[in-house]
């Protein structure tokens, strides 16, 4: 019913920058919250940085200062800049996000994307 679809994935060097874009599809009423997480292999998945409606953003200490998250509510789409790349930001991007639905329905439903891969040569 409702969907994500993240692009801008890749391979980059250590120091360079990419940007990840999330956008949501299907039927909802309103997009609360969207958020970025990342896992790498052997690890859990964690929050890189979140944006609630409102605009305040939350983000891991270890990307403070080098990833962006901005929204864009005409487009239903999230981004994620990322700049000044290391080889510890390596792993799959799975977009999230917070929705209500149209209609009587009052409850804040999730969805995830299916993720895309940042890998980050030394």
Known sequence: QVQLVESGGG???AGGSLRLS????GSFAS??????????????REL??????????????SVKGR???SRDNAKNTVY???NSLK??????????????????????????????LVTVSS
């Open 11 to 13: 391979l980059v060097r």
């Open 22 to 25: 999330c956008a949501v599809s």
């Open 31 to 44: 997009i609360d919250a969207m958020g970025w997480y990342r896992q790498a292999p052997g690890n859990q």
């Open 48 to 61: 890189v940085a979140g944006v609630a409606s409102g605009g305040s953003t939350d983000y891991a200490d």
């Open 67 to 69: 990833f962006t998250i």
């Open 80 to 82: 994620l800049q990322m």
């Open 87 to 116: 080889p510890e930001d390596t792993a799959v991007y799975y977009c999230n996000a917070a929705y209500k639905r149209s209609g009587w329905y009052r409850r804040t439903f999730e969805v995830w994307g299916q993720g895309t």
